[in-house]
């Protein structure tokens, strides 16, 4: 993001005299978009009226309202303005306290053209600077988030193109891909509201879960064609070799689990666990490992 040199600067002294000496000093260097307020109350005014201004040059010791109190509302009110104070009191308390609320720089009256040109200069070219490295971190995770995304996508499409290498074998494994991992969400998501597993069936849970869901049958390349496309019903023996790709897909995704790293460690661990146990059953019927009940 390109950063704009900040040129509107608001003097704010109840000594008109003071206000025409800065805003003269400051114009014969090139300052051109300068205003003037006589109190703070005023001062309010004008940034309610005319927006933030790039500068603030503020006198603290002013009828009414002191300068600090303006100086404690630019934060939170105009975080990119710039203050630097000016008073009569030299005293390095004063100042200390206004560079702890957020003056950049402080400056002993009475005041000298010299002396505000540049303080002012110097305040203005350090904000600028601060700015540049603001802008700058964020356009940098910006980027790095834009690539995450990308990073993302493609593991998608990869994992959506691994699904489906099954599709070219057998027809019906397509459909049946698409409609898995809704069933995954649904039956989750009641889980996650209506069970005894609702603290584990978080929301990440349930993305994992979709996401591996397709990867169910991912073994199934294991199958010999003469299996798999086998127009009959298969022969016990047969339907063991069948059994097997819940086994292969299970060894498949654990053997890239340490490939992955940390990021994707939930993930793999989600994958083994649908890739192998997708055919058990709550009655010890299923297969690989026959486990039953809870």
Not at 124 to 149: F, I, S, T, W
């Amino acid at each position: 993001m390109p950063i704009r040199r900040p040129r509107s600067i608001l003097i704010v002294d109840d000594e008109a005299s003071v206000r025409d000496i800065v805003e003269r000093s400051l114009r014969t260097v090139g300052y051109s978009e300068i205003e003037q307020a006589d109190c703070v109350d005023a001062a309010r005014e004008k940034f309610s009226s005319d927006g933030p201004f790039s500068l603030v040059l503020l006198d603290i010791l002013m009828p009414g309202a002191p300068g600090t109190e303006l100086l404690r509302e630019l934060a939170p009110r105009a975080p990119e303005t710039v203050a630097v104070v000016a008073t009569a009191v030299a005293q390095i308390e004063t100042a200390v306290e206004a560079l702890k609320m957020g003056a950049y720089d402080y400056l002993v009256k009475p005041l000298t053209p010299d002396g505000v040109r540049l303080a002012v200069g110097r305040a203005l070219r350090r904000r600028h600077l601060e700015l540049q490295g603001k802008y700058a971190g964020e356009r940098v995770k910006q980027l790095a988030q834009e690539r995450v995304e990308a990073l993302e996508a493609t593991r998608h499409a990869l994992l959506k193109a691994l699904c489906y290498m099954a599709e070219f074998r057998d027809a019906e494994t397509g459909a049946h891909l698409r409609r898995i991992p809704e069933y995954a969400r649904i039956l989750a998501d009641d889980m996650a509201q209506h069970s005894a597993y609702a603290d584990l069936v978080t929301d990440e849970f349930i993305a994992r879960l979709v996401e591996s869901a397709p990867l169910h049958d991912i073994g199934k390349v294991s199958v010999p064609d003469r299996l798999l496309l086998k127009p009959g019903p298969l022969t016990e023996e047969e339907f063991d070799v069948v059994k097997l790709h819940t086994v292969h897909g299970r060894e498949v995704c654990a053997s890239v689990s340490q490939e992955v790293g940390e990021a994707g460690a939930g993930f793999i661990q989600m994958a083994i666990e649908v890739t192998g146990s997708h055919h058990e059953r709550w009655d010890g019927q299923g297969y690989p490992d026959g486990t039953a009940g809870t």
